[in-house]
């Protein structure tokens, strides 16, 4: 059975919009608390079937529609993490997340203004950002601790995430060691994310898992449960360099986690599911996961946001089309 999504069409775009402008306080973290983390546990078959049924349950349509896409626009870490990355793409991608949806468009369905959540670059594109964001309030994510492996020797990532933060970052996603969860070993997951967090000082750290690589959900609940101890801000599911990257069976988990630690600790961790998502209607999917699971305070931008590389190109063509009728060529909302 289609259910429709019921949210008030103006309350979204206005908090689309970016109002109102919410501040969680920030996730302290805990002791390591080994025992809460072993308890964990993951029936794998219930959360293939509970997400194999999600996207065709919900039906969000028309102004809804586009109500909701309006409001993943304004959650997206608009990402360029690419070998080949220039200043000059940079600045085009700075633009693009300043002015992210074509200003008629916006007018036509009665939002004043829409920005993106940040712009996540590599460390060396950093200051390029800042230059090219100034003034306009969309933070520089940058993806430090030898992004995407996480591979280089520790005290070098922890140097570039102080050069990160130097350098005008506002954000940073670090990459967690995955040999530290496929040989459980917890303690040294703990104490590499609490070094990190401390690295980071008043700079918010969203803590990549990469999923991908982890070997079993249950890993993944047991890593974002650690992560979230030792002070994360957000958790985020992969480099989008993993072969395979955010799914909706890993989001389940991970959103769970984080359920459960708000009602362990009463903080709230951000989520950002990335890699792969370039489609408008998955975009939506997600957001009904986190409304079902978490509810309406994560679908705001300090708590919640895609990382994605071309799903805002996807996401104007359909806004496009719900306003005109008509698909407009890809080519028309290059990104970089
Ligand atoms: O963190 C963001 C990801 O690297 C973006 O991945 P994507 O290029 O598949 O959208």
Redesign the pocket.
């Known amino acids: 059975m289609q259910t429709e999504v019921t949210s008030n069409t103006s309350e979204l775009q206005a908090s689309a919009a970016g109002l109102p402008q919410l501040h969680e306080p920030r996730n302290p973290g805990t002791d390591l608390d080994l025992d809460r983390v072993m308890a964990v546990q993951v029936n794998t078959s219930a959360v293939e079937r509970r997400c194999a049924t999600l996207p065709g349950r919900r039906s969000v349509k028309k102004d809804h529609q586009a109500a909701w896409l309006l409001k993943a626009v304004s959650m997206i ?1 608009l ?1 360029t ?1 690419s070998g080949d990355d220039t200043e000059g793409r940079v600045r085009r991608l700075c633009a693009k997340a300043r002015q992210p949806v074509a200003k008629d468009t916006l007018n036509e369905l009665g939002l004043p203004d829409l920005k993106t959540g940040a712009v ?1 670059v590599y460390h060396d594109m950093i200051e390029t950002a800042v230059k090219a964001l100034h003034g306009t309030g969309i933070p520089v994510a940058a ?1 430090s601790t030898g992004f995407p492996a996480g591979l280089s020797p520790v005290h070098l990532r922890v140097a570039e995430i102080e050069e990160s933060v130097k350098a005008g970052a506002e954000e940073i ?1 670090i990459v967690i060691s995955r040999r530290h969860v496929l040989t459980q070993n917890w303690q040294a997951l703990y104490d590499e994310m609490k070094e990190f967090r401390r690295a980071c000082g008043d700079a918010h750290v969203k803590a990549i898992l990469a999923t991908g690589e982890l070997g079993s959900l249950r890993n993944v609940a047991r890593a974002s449960m650690i992560c979230m101890m030792a002070g994360a801000d957000f958790i ?1 599911t ?4 993993e072969s395979v ?1 955010a799914t909706l069976p890993v989001s389940l988990v991970m959103i769970r986690a984080i359920r459960d630690y708000h009602e362990w600790t009463g903080y709230r961790v951000g989520y950002k599911p ?5 489609k408008a209607k998955d975009a939506i999917t997600y957001l009904a996961l986190i409304k079902e699971e978490l509810g309406d305070r994560w679908l705001q931008p300090d708590l919640f946001r895609f ?5 805002l190109g996807d996401i104007e063509r359909q806004l496009e089309h719900h306003l005109t009728g008509r698909y407009s060529a890809a080519n028309r909302h290059a990104i970089g």
């Open positions: 870490d990402t993490l996540c993806v996603d985020k992969s480099t989008g360099k990257n990335a890699g792969g998502i370039s990382g994605a590389s071309s799903l």
